[in-house]
């Protein structure tokens, strides 16, 4: 159940300062949309939004995602720089995995561009939605959805998993893991003043993949390359006929043998 009292005490527990504004909802269609809603009335940054289920989340490309009681469910406005953008998803999810190693005691990893997998299945996820104007790049919402106590669905238990599956004694409570998760997405925004520092520390949890020839499912169709790197701006390079070749979004998978 929403429990804002309990957040705004787990983050003075951790000397952090509350959101500017914080709003937690028993069910919301989507907490993107309700920050985006937020940021039209010229909302400040920082702006926190939670709820309990969604019944409209969506993933990349406009996909659904499954948001069922029992997870958390958290958007924040930020609004950066031109030159942030594309690492935004790659620090949110450095945030996430930081928030569950320290809640929680369990060392996830990441999926480019926007997963936080543990043994090899989605613990959590990460969507950044952007608005530009005439004066270019004017706000960013950051969601995450982590499952913590959800039950999920059938056809998603073989990808997927939950804290509460991880942990036998059970999940910390969603207002500590929100707190952890505003403290640590600070953290790494203020770090994004330094690309270099931000894609180090990505790669260091990332899935080792580096070297392997992957696929990269994208809106143009299936790109199939060896993974070289991810660069400072985000993008992912891949080795292909004719050189290096950057990706900007898409579904990473690894590639079945051809022989």
Same mark, same amino acid.
């Given at each position: 159940?929403?429990? &804002?009292? =309990?957040? +705004?005490?787990?983050?003075?527990?951790?000397?952090?300062?509350? &959101?500017?504004?914080?709003?937690?909802?028993?069910?919301?269609?989507?907490?993107?949309? #309700?920050?985006?809603?937020?940021?039209?009335?010229?909302?400040? *940054?920082?702006?926190?939004?939670?709820?309990?289920?969604? !019944?409209?989340?969506?993933? #990349?490309? =406009?996909?659904?995602?499954?948001?069922?009681?029992?997870?958390?469910?958290?958007?924040?406005?930020?609004?950066?720089?031109?030159?942030?953008?594309? $690492?935004?998803?790659?620090?949110?999810?450095?945030?996430?995995? *930081?928030?569950?190693?320290?809640?929680?005691?369990?060392?996830?990893? +990441?999926?480019?561009?926007?997963?936080?997998?543990?043994?090899?299945?989605?613990?959590?996820?990460?969507?950044?939605?952007?608005? !530009?104007?005439?004066?270019?790049?004017?706000?960013?919402?950051?969601?995450?959805?982590?499952?913590?106590?959800?039950? $999920? &669905?059938?056809?998603? #238990?073989?990808?997927?998993?939950? +804290?509460?599956?991880?942990? &036998?004694?059970?999940?910390?409570?969603?207002?500590?893991?929100?707190?952890?998760?505003?403290?640590?997405?600070?953290? @790494?925004?203020?770090?994004?003043? !330094?690309?270099?520092?931000?894609?180090?520390? @990505?790669?260091? #949890?990332?899935?080792? @993949? @580096?070297?392997? !020839?992957?696929?990269?499912?994208?809106?143009?169709?299936?790109?199939?390359?060896?993974?070289?790197?991810? %660069?400072?701006?985000?993008?992912?390079? $891949?080795?292909?006929?004719?050189?290096?070749?950057?990706?900007?979004?898409?579904?990473?998978?690894?590639?079945?043998?051809? %022989?």
């Amino acid at each position: 159940m929403p429990d &804002p009292a =309990g957040l +705004l005490r787990a983050l003075t527990a951790r000397g952090a300062e509350p &959101p500017p504004r914080l709003e937690w909802h028993a069910r919301l269609v989507s907490t993107n949309d #309700r920050v985006k809603e937020l940021a039209r009335e010229g909302a400040r *940054d920082g702006v926190a939004v939670l709820a309990d289920e969604q !019944t409209g989340g969506r993933g #990349r490309e =406009g996909r659904s995602w499954s948001s069922p009681p029992g997870g958390l469910y958290l958007s924040v406005l930020r609004r950066p720089g031109e030159g942030a953008l594309g $690492l935004l998803p790659l620090a949110a999810g450095l945030a996430v995995a *930081d928030a569950v190693a320290g809640e929680a005691g369990i060392a996830a990893e +990441l999926k480019w561009p926007n997963d936080v997998v543990v043994g090899g299945r989605k613990l959590a996820g990460v969507l950044s939605e952007a608005s !530009t104007g005439a004066g270019g790049l004017e706000w960013v919402v950051v969601g995450i959805g982590v499952n913590v106590a959800a039950v $999920l &669905p059938d056809e998603l #238990r073989a990808t997927a998993t939950s +804290l509460e599956e991880l942990l &036998p004694a059970g999940p910390p409570a969603a207002a500590s893991l929100a707190a952890a998760v505003i403290v640590r997405l600070r953290v @790494w925004y203020d770090a994004l003043a !330094t690309p270099a520092a931000v894609v180090q520390a @990505w790669r260091r #949890r990332a899935l080792p @993949w @580096w070297g392997e !020839t992957v696929e990269v499912r994208t809106g143009a169709g299936t790109l199939r390359g060896r993974l070289l790197e991810v %660069d400072d701006e985000g993008a992912l390079v $891949l080795s292909v006929a004719g050189g290096p070749r950057r990706v900007l979004s898409g579904e990473v998978i690894r590639a079945r043998r051809v %022989d």
